[in-house]
């Protein structure tokens, strides 16, 4: 009897254990934070530093995903021909569940853009 309670109690304790890990993967599922990218004046190129991929231009809305409710520090690159460069950066919140609702949300980021030569 001693062996059969024994096999019982490992069994209950596996399948709990499972459970626990499976609840623990939902925990970190996907959740998504948005900005919303303007400029004066408009038309400039928007490039992420962090792997110097295009994210569009101004104005533009964007998504960024990652576990959920974490937060990115974000630093940004705005390029457009007669301007100078200007670099940001900001914090976004993965809070949303989709990128429509996230983009709904979007967090407002406005950027003044020197001419070239003017400083």
Same mark, same amino acid.
């Given at each position: 009897?001693?062996?059969?309670?024994?096999?019982?109690?490992?069994?209950?304790?596996?399948?709990?254990? %499972?459970?626990?890990?499976?609840?623990?993967?939902?925990?970190?599922?996907?959740?998504?934070? !948005?900005?919303? +990218? @303007? =400029?004066?004046?408009?038309?400039?190129?928007?490039?992420?530093?962090?792997?110097?991929?295009?994210?569009?231009?101004?104005?533009?809305?964007?998504?960024?995903?990652?576990? %959920?409710?974490?937060?990115?520090?974000?630093?940004?690159?705005?390029?457009?021909?007669?301007? !100078?460069?200007? +670099? @940001? =950066?900001?914090?976004?919140?993965?809070?949303?569940?989709?990128?429509?609702?996230?983009?709904?949300?979007?967090?407002?980021?406005?950027?003044?853009?020197?001419?070239?030569? %003017?400083?």
């Amino acid at each position: 009897m001693a062996h059969s309670n024994t096999y019982l109690l490992k069994l209950v304790y596996v399948v709990l254990v %499972s459970v626990f890990v499976l609840l623990q993967g939902c925990a970190g599922s996907n959740q998504y934070g !948005a900005v919303k +990218i @303007t =400029s004066s004046p408009a038309g400039a190129e928007i490039v992420n530093l962090k792997d110097d991929s295009n994210l569009g231009t101004t104005p533009a809305k964007v998504s960024f995903s990652g576990s %959920s409710g974490t937060a990115e520090f974000v630093t940004i690159q705005l390029r457009k021909k007669g301007y !100078a460069d200007r +670099i @940001t =950066s900001f914090w976004i919140n993965r809070r949303h569940d989709s990128v429509a609702l996230a983009k709904e949300n979007a967090i407002d980021l406005h950027i003044d853009l020197d001419k070239e030569g %003017s400083n």
